[in-house]
Every structure is written in C-alpha cells, then in structure tokens.
C-alpha cells in the first residue's frame, strides 16, 4: 500500500526537525569539549561538502555545474557568517534561548523584501513582524536580565540567514536543489577555513568526533527537508518548525540540565506565530498572483 504525499511530507518535517535539534547538541558539546565555535563551523563546511559530493557522484555520477557560480559565492559569505555568529551563541547560550531566538529568521526576512527589494508588505503582515519582534524582547527581556553577546549573535545570525534567503530568491531562482547545495557546500567550506586557521588548536578527540557528525547531520537535514518541500508547500511545513524547540529542550535537560523558563516559551509561542502568518499570508499571495496570471493568459 503507498504512502500519502501529505503523510511523507510529515515524516520527512518532523525527521528534519528531529536532525536539526541533534546538531545544536553536536556544537554545544563540541565547543564544551574544547574546540572553538569557528573550528566547529569549518568542520560542519567540509564534511558536509564531503557528504555532499559522494551522494551527488552515487546518485548521478557527476558533479553538477551552475550558471550562477558567483551569485551562489557572494550569497555564501552572508552564510558562513550566519553560520559564525549562530554558532557562537548556541555555544554560550543556554539551547532552548538560542533556538527560540533563530525563529526570528522570516521576521528578518519579511522587512528586508519591503525595505531593500520593494516587495509589497501590507499591514496585516507588518503587524505580524512587529508582534514577533515584541515575541524577541520577551525572551530578551532588556533592563530585566543582563544582556548576552550570545543573544545578539544568534540575532545577527537570524538577520544574515534573512539576507540569504532574500539573495538566494532574487538572484538564484531556477537552479536545482542539487546544484545549489553543491556550491552553497563548496563555497561555504572554502569560505570557512581563514577564520577557523586563525584559532586554530587540534581538536580533542570527543570533539572532533562531534564536529564531524555535525557535518554529516546538516546534509542529512538539507536532504529531509529538500525531500518534505518536494512532497508539499513549503508553508504547510511551518507548523512542525515549532516543533524544534521542545526537541532541543528535551536534549539540554538530558544532556545539561538545562530547563527553559516560562519566559522562553511564551517568546517563542509569540515570535513562531507571527512567522505562521507571515508564511500563511506570503502563501495566499502568491496563489492570487498566479491565478491572476492565468487569468491574464486564458485565450479569450
């Protein structure tokens, strides 16, 4: 009997959601164990770029080509510096803070295409942006608790994967999902290797260990979540985005004792359903948009 589209999309979701929350464990127990946020990036680059090119010579035989090259390059640095600065504040900052806060992301995102490409955003989606950043001051709680390098890091992480997928929208669109993953990996660990040489100190063998399964669980991600867009909309996926944070707080009680206060939960319930929206509204225009072109196009 063959499974449901809707029922594979599912498990494909919850998997990705599942892989994702396994690498903030690996870079936290990396970075506990001695080795530097930076060396952790430079390993998730290169054996995910391994990873990458075995699956892609099994599965076609040959490594794919792209017109963009230098598009995919440019948008890569604004991805390796996201990677830098999310790393650094899951390494200091307690898992379920830094996860909650990385849901600011399509906050970033929504801005960025109204202020800097001319999308238009109307008021019901401007109001989910500013209800989701009041979402970020609950968790920050600025003037209450003292403020974290780490949170703003996570932030700017946010903001820069925002700038990634503005760039990858507006610039990339038509390259397969094989191709871009192959130079998004290619660039990333090049990119990735002067900051990581300038800390650099042989990893503790516990570490090393965790740095690579890092990189192996980020292509294994990309795979899952590649595999849930092609089986339905990717906007029918957010929802088990939330997911990720009882996960991740799962892992840091077992592993670190680590329990997030009401605070956390209430910010990111805030700022996760403001990027439902946002996700449900960009979703509903763009189905107007294409009926209104197929209605342009209908022969008379």
């Not at 989701?132 to 001051?137: A, I, K, Y």
């Not at 040489?197 to 503790?204: G, L, Q, R, T």
Request: charged share 10%; aromatic share 12%; hydrophobic share 60%.
């Amino acid at each position: 009997m063959s499974v449901s589209s809707p029922l594979m999309a599912s498990f494909y979701a919850l998997l990705t959601v599942l892989i994702t929350g396994m690498q903030n464990i690996t870079i936290r127990l990396a970075t506990d164990d001695g080795a530097h946020s930076f060396q952790v990036v430079l390993f998730r680059n290169l054996f995910g770029l391994l990873s990458v090119v075995l699956i892609i010579l099994w599965m076609e035989r040959r490594l794919p080509r792209s017109r963009h090259a230098a598009m995919i390059a440019i948008a890569c640095i604004a991805h390796v510096a996201s990677m830098f600065t999310g790393y650094f504040g899951i390494a200091v900052l307690p898992l379920n803070e830094s996860a909650a806060l990385a849901f600011a992301m399509p906050l970033f995102a929504t801005a960025g295409a109204a202020l800097f490409l001319g999308e238009t955003v109307r008021a019901r989606r401007w109001s989910a942006v500013i209800i989701g950043f009041l979402g970020v001051l609950i968790i920050l709680r600025p003037g209450v608790i003292p403020f974290e390098w780490g949170a703003a890091m996570v932030l700017v992480s946010a903001m820069l994967g925002a700038v990634i997928t503005l760039l990858s929208k507006h610039w990339i669109a038509g390259e397969s999902a094989t191709t871009l993953i192959f130079y998004q990996s290619l660039f990333s660990a090049l990119f990735s290797i002067p900051p990581a040489a300038i800390v650099w100190e042989a990893p503790p063998g516990f570490a090393a260990s965790m740095m690579i399964a890092n990189g192996i669980l980020g292509t294994l991600g990309w795979i899952t979540f590649l595999r849930a867009c092609a089986l339905t909309d990717a906007s029918a996926l957010m929802p088990y985005e939330f997911l990720r944070l009882p996960v991740v707080a799962v892992f840091a009680f077992a592993l670190f004792g680590e329990t997030p206060d009401e605070w956390v939960w209430l910010g990111a319930a805030v700022i996760f359903t403001s990027t439902l929206y946002i996700a449900h509204r960009e979703a509903a225009v763009a189905r107007q948009a294409a009926a209104r072109r197929l209605a342009e196009n209908a022969p008379p």
